[in-house]
């Protein structure tokens, strides 16, 4: 890649570093957004009224300075963006709402036990009168069977009337949590409201975009499409998430498969899936590229309405159009036969859609994106020249050459893209997936079956048994697909879990992949020294981390709802004492505790669980029990833990915890014997503010876990 041909490619990472410095020190002053508009006049002015000659003397200041207006700029689109900050925002009109008219603006999502809709709010009223207003909110209406038909009728565009005030979104309440707050913040959605579902009206439809209205609807028509063809609901849900992104019909089992053969990527349509498609474009349409007169026009034009016609049919997701804007730009680069560098291409795209929304870099698809397809241009050319199959079978038939040579570029570009993306994933999923290779020569291959076959089934859905005969056979290979992934999660080691790196460990990783690709690039031993110190640094900083988590002995209750916990961690081990619908809750046990034990270096093997129902002398740490109160004691420290209403005289301890409104009248406690109170989440919120108001009047304080999250105690050094 020269530097000089990828002026795009600068453009780009002064504009991600502007949305960076914003994000990071939230520079929120209207002075970025006037000193960007003085840097912009500034290089303006210097572009037209200076010579040649000028020009090239001073080419560095006059790029610098383009840079730097290109930050400002980041800076400026990233603080416009962010609409809480808006004068018409509605929490910033008024303390509270009464009621408030908004739009939904996202297709509705049927919950279990709830419906999920974005909302886009137009009006508010507080202090007795309308305001318009501006912001979204995140409502959830709760499942009524009086009100289930409207409920399910709902759809994007209709204006909603809604009863009561909306609330500020909350942090994670356990730490390493997934944090939803931020996740919902860069969607420009700060709060959030639960009513019952006699609490809203509909007051008409009023879609504030018809194209992204038109695009809801030729999915679910697509949906219905295909659940029609494919009747096994396992397959139908694998197919729906393939080609059309509907991930709701995916259940938690084929989740964890996909994501532990490293083969989830296949479940969210990106770049892959639209690669496929340009691919099949490209063979299918190839004859009219022939033609002498405007061939090429027409193929183009062909292809940008086939693609563009697919990002409509997956709901315009943020990933497809990304992918469909980088491929639109290099069918117009093909066309208008410029050679330009594919890097600045991709450059484009990304500084197009970061102009749209700068809070999409912070999107782990986004990421995932841009580091795979930047890892397989550059990398899969030269893992697969690294092999020269004709050289080792110089007479084999064409057929099998052609055979392995398939198989071997499907590894070229699984190894390449894991070099771009692993570091991501151990920073974000903890995980790393043994055999993604293996797993990669399956999916691939039958995704891309699946995903033309689909979309045959799509295109005679209008003949039915034509339909239902291909939705059969592509029901076949998505079975085969699923049971190849079984039996890969089950081979012994297929992943590795519990992994933590730091945000800081994540870029030694990528400075070294970087460092060496520079090596072999420019052949300087200077970038192999630099690329060993950054090992070194990462190694070191591993190792502190160990000798940390090594001596660490911690005493934490995590927020589980209504559901009981207590846990000890020593070491690398945890110990964990439950209600067993916790226990066997693998998926509420991996979205609490997983991220947290991997940051304490606690695999999920290394974890002992026991029910709190049936605690028997087998629990390693030593206690007392008596109906209901447990007593521990831990690294020299007493922790009571109260289940129930007792009328026992309670022991002295350094830590109670009461459960399951077990007081009610905190005067009757004798503060004296207890050094810190903790009440956990099983309390009501009633008996919480109740104990915590009556505490306050007594110049005590209680730890509320409802409203100041998890308690942790690090007991290690405490004694």
């Known amino acids: ?3 000089s041909a990828t002026p795009f490619v600068r453009i780009v990472l002064a504009l991600i570093v502007g949305i960076l410095l914003y994000a990071y020190f939230d520079l929120s002053s209207p002075f970025w957004t006037v000193l960007c508009v003085l840097f912009s006049v500034s290089y303006v ?38 609409e809480i900050h808006w004068e018409q925002h509605f929490s910033n009109l008024c303390d509270s709402i009464s009621y408030y008219e908004a739009i939904v603006s996202e297709e509705p999502q ?23 207003a501006k912001g979204n909110i995140l409502l959830y209406i709760k499942k009524s ?16 009337l809604i009863v009561g005030s909306p609330q500020a979104t909350s942090p994670p309440p356990n730490p390493q949590q997934f944090d939803f707050q931020r996740y919902l913040a860069n969607q420009q959605i700060y709060h959030q409201q639960f009513i019952e579902a006699d609490k809203f009206r509909i007051l008409g439809h009023a879609p504030p975009n018809r194209i992204v209205e038109l695009a809801i609807q030729l999915r679910q028509k697509a949906s219905l499409a295909l659940q029609n063809a494919i009747h096994e609901q396992e397959e139908y849900a694998v197919v729906s998430a393939l080609v059309l992104g509907i991930k709701d019909h995916l259940d938690n089992a084929i989740r964890s498969t996909y994501s532990h053969t490293g083969a989830m990527h296949v479940l969210a349509v990106s770049g892959l899936h639209v690669g496929i498609l340009f691919q099949i474009l490209t063979w299918l349409l190839a004859w009219i590229k022939k033609s002498k007169k405007y061939g090429n026009w027409i193929f183009l034009s062909i292809v940008l309405l086939c693609l563009w016609f697919y990002a409509l049919l997956t709901g315009l997701s943020p990933s497809v159009l990304r992918a469909v804007i980088m491929f639109s730009l290099v069918a117009l680069a093909n066309t208008i036969q410029r050679n330009s560098s594919i890097y600045n291409t991709i450059a484009i795209s990304a500084f ?3 102009c749209y929304d700068p809070y999409l870099l912070f999107s782990v698809s986004f990421q995932l994106s841009y580091t795979a397809l930047l ?22 038939n064409k057929w099998l050459f052609q055979t392995i040579k398939f198989f071997w570029s499907i590894t070229c570009v699984s190894l390449a893209a894991q070099l771009g993306t692993f570091p991501i994933g151990l920073f974000y999923f903890h995980q790393f997936p043994v055999y993604f290779l293996f797993s990669n020569l ?48 089950h081979l012994p080691y297929a992943v590795i879990e519990g992994i933590h790196i730091s945000l800081g460990e994540t870029l030694l990783i990528y400075t070294t992949i970087l460092l060496l690709a520079m090596l072999f690039a420019f052949q300087k031993i200077s970038y192999l020294y630099y690329a060993v110190a950054c090992t070194v640094l990462f190694f070191i900083s591993q190792m502190q981390e160990f000798f940390e988590q090594k001596n660490q002995a911690i005493f934490y209750i995590f927020h589980s709802g209504k559901v009981l916990n207590m846990n000890f961690l020593e070491g690398n081990q945890n110990i964990m004492l439950a209600d067993s619908s916790l226990i066997y809750d693998d998926y509420q046990v991996r979205n ?66 009461i459960s399951k409104n077990a007081v009610r009248d905190v005067e009757k406690l004798d503060f004296s014997k207890f050094k810190t109170i903790i009440l956990d989440a099983s309390n009501s919120y009633y008996n919480s503010k109740k104990l915590s108001s009556q505490a306050k009047k007594l110049g005590m304080s209680l730890y509320i876990i409802r409203e100041q999250g998890a308690f942790i105690k690090e007991l290690a050094n405490d004694n």
Request: charged share 20%; proline share 4%.
């Open 592 to 657: 609490l505790f997983y991220n947290y034990w991997s940051y304490k270096g606690v695999s999920p093997e290394k974890v002992k669980y026991f029910n709190i129902s049936s605690l028997e002398n087998g629990f390693p740490i030593p206690f007392y029990r008596e109906k209901e109160l447990v007593l521990f004691s831990y690294h020299q420290k007493k922790i009571l833990w109260l289940l129930e209403k007792t009328e026992i005289d309670l022991p002295s301890a350094d830590f109670l915890l």
């Open 352 to 354: 197009l859609i970061l």
């Open 375 to 396: 890892a397989i241009i550059y990398f899969q050319p030269k893992i697969f020249h690294c092999w020269h199959i004709e050289d080792s079978f110089p007479h084999m």
């Open 442 to 489: 399956v999916v691939i291959p039958l995704a891309t079956v699946i995903f033309s076959g689909s979309l045959l089934t799509l295109l005679f859905s209008w003949v039915p048994f034509l339909a239902v005969g291909i939705g059969f056979l592509v029901e076949k290979v998505v079975w085969l697909q699923n049971e190849a992934l079984f039996f890969m999660e």
């Open 145 to 160: 069977e009086a009100k289930t038909a409207s409920l399910k009728s709902l759809q994007y565009g209709d204006r909603l």
């Open 110 to 132: 049927e919950k279990t036990n709830h419906f999920k809709i974005e909302l886009t709010v137009k009006k508010v009223f507080c202090q007795n009168i309308w305001k318009e």
């Open 45 to 82: 002015f210097v572009l037209y009224f200076t010579t040649p000659v000028q020009k090239r003397k001073w080419n560095f200041a006059f790029g610098l300075l383009a840079l730097l207006a290109t930050t400002l700029f980041g800076i400026s689109i990233t603080h416009q963006k962010k």
């Open 1 to 3: 890649m020269k530097w």
